[in-house]
């Protein structure tokens, strides 16, 4: 090989390692094993999912990873890139349940801290999320910003606004936990139509805080349907390093619909949610290092907080802090269909 064509490759390489950074969130409606054995919906999966560097995945269903697991090692095997992936706990509080799922390519971004954040006593009905955040702090070598952390969250559709309030507390949280700054919260809030009104926002911290920047705007459309136009997914973002790395005008819902010719049956059989994406800046002294990677595919996330708590002082027949609290221990409920069974605490409505 002559100099000139061994410098050429050695670009090419390093242009194939450095040349954008983009994040994504996508709700991958349902996703299991049906999803990858559909070669089709499979493929665009793959198409989609090779645009970026970090992907935090949605409404995975099983508690078995092998699904998940093969759509990486598809995606590694069609980009001949190396993406491993970072897997939460099975989270709900009945018998449905959804994981969150971190996927990076891990020769450049790697996880080097995670946790699921302690949202309060399940037991007593006291916890805020349905499917508690999913925390995980990135290493990055190709951006300006060299470590963030990532919150990943899909909410209850019916609590909508309190959960999305909640995350306020999960952010300050893991700014006291990580001694971090640059945050982006991120997933399917559910933030809009009718799971949160615009007369909403005003009770939101999340959303009234000046330290964070919304960056999908309440215009933007992330549903596939033709039939509703709703910005349920969304990024939020706080500290100057991971802000000042933001692309001007890349964060926006992909529509790869449109992108990729689909037809709407198609589009619809690969999800009910576009993903939201945006790019980093490059760090334009990137030297072309990179992280070993590993032969293994799929990095346990670990569990959500098991110690035993009580119920000291929480006041079973009030839904005050306790939106979605559904036990037979319970006296009284504050779930979404405790009207339909007339077992409502009697302060539901001006709770939740
Ligand atoms: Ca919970
Ligand atoms: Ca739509």
Redesign the pocket.
């Known amino acids: 090989m002559t100099t000139i064509s061994f410098l050429l490759v050695l670009i090419g390489c390093l242009l194939q390692a450095s040349s954008a950074f983009k994040i994504a969130s996508f709700n991958i409606q349902r996703f299991s094993n049906s999803k990858v054995t559909d070669v089709d919906v499979r493929d665009i999966l793959i198409q989609i999912l090779r645009r970026y560097e970090l992907i935090s995945v949605q409404e995975v269903m099983s508690s078995d990873d092998t699904a998940i697991i093969s759509l990486v090692r598809e995606l590694n095997s069609a980009t001949g890139s190396h993406y491993n992936l970072l897997i939460s706990d099975h989270?709900g509080?009945s018998s449905y349940r959804e994981k969150y799922v971190y996927i990076y390519r891990e020769d450049i971004v790697k996880p080097t801290r995670w946790y699921h954040y302690d949202?309060?006593c399940?037991k007593c009905g006291a916890?805020?999320?349905?499917?508690?955040p999913f925390v995980a702090e990135f290493q990055s070598l190709t951006t300006d910003v060299k470590s963030f952390v990532l919150i990943s969250i899909h909410t209850s559709p019916d609590y909508a606004v309190s959960e999305v309030d909640a995350l306020f507390d999960a952010w300050e949280d893991a700014q006291q936990r990580l001694l971090m700054e640059d945050i982006l919260i991120l997933g399917d809030f559910n933030a809009d139509c009718s799971y949160v009104t615009s007369k909403d926002w005003t009770r939101i911290r999340l959303r009234q805080s000046g330290s964070l920047q919304w960056l999908i705007g309440d215009e933007v459309d992330t549903t596939v349907s033709i039939n509703t136009h709703c910005a349920y997914d969304r990024f939020v973002a706080s500290g100057t390093g991971l802000l000042t790395a933001v692309l001007p005008n890349t964060a926006m819902a992909f529509n790869f619909q449109d992108a990729f010719g689909l037809s709407y049956d198609m589009t619809k059989a690969v999800s009910d949610h576009y993903p939201v994406e945006l790019e980093l800046h490059l760090d334009p002294q990137y030297s072309g290092e990179v992280f070993t990677t590993s032969p293994s595919l799929g990095v346990d996330g670990g569990s959500?907080n098991t110690v035993d708590c009580d119920c000291t002082g929480v006041n079973l027949t009030s839904c005050k802090g306790r939106c979605g609290a559904y036990s037979s221990d319970f006296p009284c409920h504050c779930n979404a269909s405790c009207n339909k069974y007339s077992s409502c605490c009697l302060d539901y409505k001006s709770y939740c």
Do not use: A, K, Q, V
């Open positions: 989270l509080r949202d309060g399940e916890d805020s999320f349905i499917r508690e959500t």
